[in-house]
């Protein structure tokens, strides 16, 4: 079945670039979208690419898609305390009960910053 | 702009009670969805609504209900609490093609 693959655990100094990296089993996804939960908190969408694009830039994120491998990663750029958080990554595939494709999620990385 | 709100925000329940977790969105999406959430466990879906008028099971459903009630609110019901459905509960909704609005969550003890 579809399954969505991420690294528990990530941690950066302050300052630095964060990599975040995810791999997905579905070559018919359309959408992959990328989600940040504060402790607390509910899952914030933080952005999303579509499958036929290789990027997408937004700030101090950018998003990068290996179709052929399977493989999205989220890198955050200048790493700051606020973004310490649990980010996880989801496919949207086929057409699934009507809904246009239901997200499957991995299990989250949390990102600790350290000052 | 509210966007989707859940109540309550925290719940105890002793074995055996039965709740309804309410939500509602007021985004006019068509789709909602119920989640649950377990340490290493990510989210998992319960149940999901694509459509008014329509529900369906999503990977974990044994031990709930819902109801759509109408296109804003689709509540989760639990007739008989135990122990295993500790958890945050989260409600989604979304526009057809688009991504999840979630909301805040329902912190659930059952003791």
């Known amino acids: 079945g579809e399954d969505v693959e991420q690294s528990l655990f990530l941690s950066v100094r302050e300052g630095d670039s964060s990599v975040i990296n995810c791999t997905y089993t579905d070559s018919s996804s359309t959408y992959l979208y990328w989600y940040k939960q504060e402790p607390g908190a509910g899952l914030q969408l933080l952005t999303y690419?579509?499958?036929?694009?290789d990027m997408k830039q937004d700030q101090r994120l950018t998003v990068l898609l290996n179709k052929k491998d399977k493989h999205l990663s989220l890198r955050i750029a200048d790493t700051q305390t606020g973004d310490s958080a649990i980010y996880f990554c989801?496919?949207?595939?086929?057409?699934?009960?009507?809904?246009?494709?239901?997200?499957?999620f991995g299990k989250g990385t949390k990102l600790s910053v350290k000052p | 702009n509210a966007g989707v709100t859940q109540t309550p925000k925290f719940q105890v329940l002793k074995t055996g009670q039965s709740m309804t977790l309410q939500c509602a969105q007021d985004?006019?999406?068509?789709?909602m969805y119920w989640y649950r959430q377990d340490p290493g466990m990510g989210l998992r879906l319960i149940y999901y609504?694509?459509?008014?008028?329509?529900?369906d099971k999503g990977e974990v459903p044994n031990g709930y209900n819902v109801s759509r009630l109408n296109k804003r609110e689709f509540s989760l019901r639990l007739e008989s609490a135990a122990p295993s459905q500790t958890s945050v509960y989260f409600c989604?909704?979304?526009?057809?093609?688009?991504?999840?609005?979630f909301g805040s969550g329902t912190r659930l003890t059952v003791v």
């Open positions: 985004m006019n999406h068509n789709s």
């Open positions: 690419i579509f499958s036929n694009m």
């Open positions: 989801a496919e949207r595939f086929g057409n699934y009960g009507g809904s246009q494709g239901n997200l499957i």
């Open positions: 609504s694509a459509s008014e008028g329509t529900t």
């Open positions: 989604a909704s979304s526009a057809t093609g688009n991504g999840y609005t």
